[in-house]
């Protein structure tokens, strides 16, 4: 009988092709943030073109989006659980590419936003395949750093989406930002397809052979009872909850600023390609790097960092984004929006971590979809599309400065998805996850 190593010696040490792994996922999540951010990167050529409001950008950015993306999520997670993820992330990162070049062909509202609902449909199945492919290539301990490297796909995608995009739409104009941008889609998905190898589900999972049953076949999710197990965990609960709120905050920021930025504060889409572009991918890097070492470090300690972690991070941003919103330049409001940008994202790869640890493993990719259908819904659902509403009922009586009223009008969010998150410390100690 030969000596094979064991999963967790295998793990212990991730060879170059692991991280090549980790690399190729993690562009596919800047190719999918970038697809995403596009519109409103671009909304102030796109209002002035098809004459779209706010809150008709905040609609389709938000509203419309979520509904597609976070509904067909669950259904995809459940397919994902039961079938070759890799594939399955292929085709999905191929349709919300095709779907962004469809976006820059649009000539009306209607048109752009039946694009932008197709864009949702394609994303609906990136993000949770690749959390779950990604846990069973690292193991538990590694997985809180591992999940943080390809979290920096939203901060790169991010930038690249405003270094590029209005790039592009400056030197050409916004259509053939979002033609080009999703050509590099296509290709990114043959990537995927070509390189990636589907891993063993929970192969890197402490156990031993015999508790798993050596010769069992692998389980599949069960759809209903995978849901009611994870809503009916009140740690899972709550934290889909405090980093829904939390999204509310980072989303409706995230889809406004470069509107704000050209309009409230002077900037030009070059000087956005360069200056926002760079305090993006620092600071979102940062942000996330620095929450997911953290949280290797603290999380063996006590459970409850998971929520006191992002919780903390939360409160010390709002001053920061009280002076954003206020500055009389863009550069003295980038300057404040620096530490909010690396504050804000530190519940994102907590979030993912604890979920990926709790689950089994024949359940990730479910449960990583549930809880993005909770973030997503009230984040992406609701922040975007309450900005930009918030902003037109401002427009008639702070009509030069509507969006800087709207952004005032965050500050109780940031309040509230701390507090969420000191509800969820609470949870974990309750239940003894010291």
Known sequence: MTNQPT?????????????????????VYVINF??????????????????????????ISGLYFALFYCVLAIPIGWIADRTNRVRLLSVACAVWSAATMACGMATNYPQLAMARMA??????????????????????????????VYNFGPPIGMAMGVAFGASIAAAYSWRWAFIVLGAVGVVTALIVRVFVREPVRGGLDQATLPERGANRPPQHAA???????????????????????????????????TLFLMREKGMTLGQVAIYYSL???????????????????????????????????????????????WAPGWPLALAFLAVPTFCNYFYLSPAVTLVQEEAQPHERVLSGALLLLV????????????????????????????LQMAFYTLIPFYVLAALLHLWLARALKREGKR
Request: proline fraction near 7%; hydrophobic fraction near 50%.
């Open 119 to 148: 864009v949702g449909v394609g994303e609906a199945g990136g993000v949770p395949p690749s959390y779950a492919i990604i846990s069973d290539y690292f193991p538990s301990g590694q997985r809180g750093t591992a999940l943080s």
């Open 223 to 257: 759809f209903w009872p995978t849901c009611r197990k994870f809503f009916g965990n009140p740690v899972l609960l709550r934290l889909s909850i405090a980093t829904g709120v939390t999204q509310v905050v980072t989303y409706a920021i995230l889809n406004f600023t």
């Open 7 to 27: 999963p967790a010696a295998l793990a212990a040490r991730p060879d170059a092709r692991t991280w090549a792994v980790l690399a190729i996922l993690c562009f």
């Open 279 to 325: 305090l993006l991918l620092v600071a979102v890097t940062a942000g996330m790097y620095t929450s997911g070492r953290l949280i290797d470090r603290l999380a063996p300690r006590s459970k409850a960092a998971y929520g006191y972690l992002p919780a903390v991070a939360l409160l010390l941003a709002i001053p920061f984004f009280a002076g954003f919103v």
């Open 375 to 402: 973030m997503n819904l009230l984040g992406l659902g609701l922040g975007p599309t309450y900005l930009g509403a918030i902003s037109d009922w401002f427009r008639a009586s702070h009509p030069e400065h509507s």
């Open 34 to 59: 970038l697809d995403r951010q596009l519109l409103s990167i671009l909304a102030k050529p796109i209002q002035d073109e098809l004459g779209v409001t706010d809150g008709q950008i905040g609609l």
